[in-house]
């Protein structure tokens, strides 16, 4: 059992960058696929990135393709989310999410979930 805890979010203006974290407890945080998904008031969940359990694949949604970059620490338990050329649109609470296999966007393969941090983009 892994448990996660986000941090990193705020307040930035548009076109601004916020880096997040999410922190994992438990020895086995490298063996997980990690990923990134965000839920904006009466919206559906969705999906933002996910990295593989060594680092060397990632994935992202197309609305954030060129603007974000998910990286993971195996070492210090540790992924991030990277975000840069921020929208309003983009304002969302934030959850880190992790999986036992390659999972890509789906959010009922991803076992074990993070309680979110709120990102906001004024514009």
């Known amino acids: 059992q892994v448990q996660l805890v986000e941090s990193g979010g705020g307040l930035v203006q548009a076109g601004g960058s916020l880096r997040l974290s999410c922190a994992a407890s438990?020895?086995?945080?490298?063996?997980?696929?990690m990923g990134w998904f965000r839920q904006a008031p009466g919206n559906e969940r969705e999906f933002v990135a996910t990295?593989?359990?060594?680092?060397?694949?990632?994935y992202y949604a197309d609305s954030v393709k060129g603007r974000f970059t998910i990286s993971r620490d195996n070492a210090k338990n540790t992924v991030y989310l990277q975000m840069n050329s921020l929208k309003p649109e983009d304002t969302a609470v934030y959850s880190c999410?992790?999986?036992?296999?390659?999972?890509?966007?789906?959010?009922?393969?991803?076992?074990?979930w993070g309680q979110g941090t709120q990102v906001t983009v004024s514009s």
């Open positions: 999410a992790a999986a036992d296999s390659w999972a890509r966007g789906t959010a009922e393969l991803y076992n074990y």
């Open positions: 990295i593989s359990a060594s680092g060397a694949r990632t």
């Open positions: 438990g020895r086995t945080f490298s063996s997980y696929v």
